[in-house]
């Protein structure tokens, strides 16, 4: 079955929640689809994952703060790849056009 990465028909806003879709998986590897219209980290957690991310924006833009203090804006076709165990959180994204993720989890 084929499906479009920027097809939002059907999909519940009205949680206010990011959504998160798995698109394809193995043992080894995840690719997910984020949806984010405004969503941020909450204030006291940060991300330590025990894999690596890499991220690319789709649609929209969204700010990552590092714990270090480097916050880097990414704006359409901008990616970058967060290491094992960076500590990190999603500082800003934006919710007209909504931010559209593309994660690879390795």
Not at 45 to 69: H, P, R, S
Not at 99 to 105: P, S
């Amino acid at each position: 079955m084929m499906n479009n990465i920027f097809n939002l028909k059907g999909i519940d806003f009205s949680n206010n929640k990011e959504i998160i879709e798995i698109v394809a998986s193995s043992k080894n590897v995840r690719i997910e689809r984020i949806i984010s219209t405004g969503q941020t980290t909450e204030l006291d957690f940060w991300y330590e994952q025990t894999e690596n991310e890499f991220v690319i924006i789709l649609q929209g833009d969204a700010k990552i703060l590092f714990d270090d203090g480097n916050e880097i804006h990414l704006f359409k076709g901008d990616y970058l790849t967060i290491p094992t165990r960076c500590r990190h959180k999603v500082s800003y994204t934006s919710a007209n056009p909504a931010c559209i993720w593309l994660a690879v989890f390795f």
